[in-house]
């Protein structure tokens, strides 16, 4: 079956294809800028309600699942994933301008992070189980029977990324981790991937109807402008929020949700330049190396990720000339990109513009242009640390394949730069040996400011596992406690419950005396 046989332009509902009403959004192909059917209309406020009230109709039934069934519900989507086969890689490569092998990619990790939480789920250890025991002869105060486990938050809504088709986005890792929770999801699609958005919204339809769970477990949604997501986030029956997009976006949901007569938390990933220190005794060794190492993360496609090294730290010398050299070289000899929709091409030649309007920025080196539409061409700018210390603007995220090098003249100035940034999802160190005690000096401060810290690395590409950190304190993120990828992120959708003195019949199963769930245990302060 081909793509336009399975697209029907409808929001999918708890199960029900519905058809909207309101302004249409067409996709685009960013690399021709061609219009793509077929159109999907958005929805109401009433839809909001329908898909709402069907999740919380569906989350006790959902959350009381067994824990294999919970596993198996999410092992089930990325089988239904897999059966799209070429159908949604040809769609997703239409509507981003990315190539297949980059979307093929893409899928895997979905697909992965799917089957992570399945055995997260499985392991049990994020319900956290804990069980103190009665000691009622205990001096000079009796001590009741307190057990301790964490519960889902409820019906959780996700907003789909515009650089991650996939990965960010209906079945992406918030959608993942708050289904591993035991929550039901509302997904807002991203109106730059309507068509991908609907594919893989009804492979999660398909897992919900095979492995028999009510219907308001999932529903897809789609609607221009802010009408849509602030019903979404505004209504009683969502618990949380899960948003990757730009600072903007991300503050006006936070504040809708602050303001709802029951606020409630959102996990907002928004900005962040994710600086690289290159060390002075690296730099006198690897100058060249680690200039070709940056210039490829940067440009690593066209720079639309939320890693990409968008400043880099250098100590003024010759060293520092030969990696200005060699940026300069690689990057001169690149061509462009396709940019993910003419709107963030758009924002980029507006930050491109900016940088280049500053006297205090020079720039170093930009590559080819291009004719076609929406084509990143690579920027990289040179400034003093004390010109950027006193120019905040100097600090704003150019999303796309631009860096900004920073030149100290001593290392204070490294820590001055580490301490003037605002937080960050990632900061880099590349060192030797022999930078170590330099090193020492900056790594507290860099503690505090990012939620990643990569030694000899670069900061483009996150490892779906237990130990990966995608956060960061703000405006990296909107809460520095939670990470957006890994096992982890499950712990953002889940709130602890203690029960004190509850007679067995009622225990729930994960913090009972016999453990049938055989999940790890805290038993009077010993792991079990």
Not at 502 to 523: E, G, Y
Request: a negative charge.
């Amino acid at each position: 079956m081909n793509t336009n046989e399975l697209l029907k332009g409808t929001l999918l509902v708890a199960g029900q294809d519905i058809l909207g009403t309101q302004q249409a959004i067409h996709a685009i192909n960013p690399a021709t800028n061609e219009t793509l059917a077929p159109a999907y209309l958005g929805g109401t406020k009433a839809n909001v309600e329908q898909a709402a009230g069907a999740a919380w109709q569906a989350f006790d039934q959902y959350r009381a699942l067994s824990v294999e069934q919970r596993a198996a519900f999410l092992e089930c989507i990325a089988d239904e994933i897999l059966a799209l086969g070429d159908a949604l890689v040809e769609r997703a490569v239409l509507e981003s301008g990315l190539p297949k092998a980059r979307i093929e990619g893409e899928r895997g990790r979905t697909m992965g992070q799917l089957k992570l939480f399945a055995n997260v789920v499985r392991l049990g250890k994020a319900t956290d189980a804990r069980i103190d025991p009665a000691m009622p002869d205990r001096a000079p105060l009796p001590r009741a029977d307190l057990r301790f486990q964490k519960i889902p938050l409820g019906p959780v809504a996700v907003f789909g990324a515009s650089n991650f088709p996939l990965a960010f986005s209906v079945a992406g890792g918030d959608t993942a981790s708050a289904l591993a929770a035991g929550c039901p999801v509302i997904v807002k699609a991203h109106s730059a991937h309507p068509g991908t958005s609907e594919l893989v919204g009804r492979a999660i339809t398909a897992a919900v109807k095979k492995c028999g769970l009510p219907a308001g477990v999932f529903s897809l949604l789609y609607g221009s402008g802010r009408e849509i997501g602030s019903a979404l986030v505004a209504h009683p029956a969502i618990k949380a929020v899960g948003f990757t997009g730009s600072r903007s976006g991300g503050m006006a949901l936070m504040s809708i949700a602050a303001n709802r007569p029951e606020p409630i938390p959102v996990y907002a990933e928004m900005s962040s330049i994710n600086p690289v220190f290159v060390m002075p005794e690296k730099l006198q060794v690897d100058a060249q190396a680690v200039a070709k190492g940056f210039v490829g993360s940067l440009t690593m496609g066209a720079g639309q990720f939320c890693t990409s090294p968008g400043l880099v730290v250098l100590l003024k010398g010759d060293a520092a000339e030969t990696f200005k050299a060699t940026v300069t070289s690689e990057v001169q000899a690149l061509g462009t990109q396709t940019m993910l929709t003419p709107g963030i091409y758009q924002a980029y030649c507006d930050g491109v513009a900016k940088l280049n309007g500053n006297s205090a920025a020079v720039l170093l080196a930009k590559g080819q242009q291009s004719d076609q539409p929406n084509q990143c061409c690579p920027h990289v700018f040179a400034t003093s640390a004390k010109t950027f210390l006193a120019d905040a603007s100097m600090e704003d995220e150019v999303f796309g394949s631009t860096s900004l090098l920073i030149e100290c003249d001593t290392l204070d100035e490294y820590k001055a730069v580490a301490e003037h940034l605002e937080g960050q999802l990632t900061a880099t160190v590349q060192m030797l040996e022999a930078d170590v005690e330099a090193v020492r000096g900056l790594l507290p401060t860099l503690e505090r400011k990012v939620g990643r810290i990569l030694c000899n690395g670069y900061p483009t590409g996150v490892e779906v596992c237990y130990s990966m950190v995608h956060g960061g304190p703000f405006p990296a993120t909107s809460d520095s406690r939670s990470t957006s990828v890994g096992s982890a992120a499950i712990e953002r959708f889940l709130r602890p419950v203690c029960y004190q003195d509850f007679p067995s019949a009622l225990i729930p199963a994960a913090i009972q005396d016999k453990n049938p769930l055989n999940i790890p245990q805290l038993v009077d302060g010993k792991l079990v």
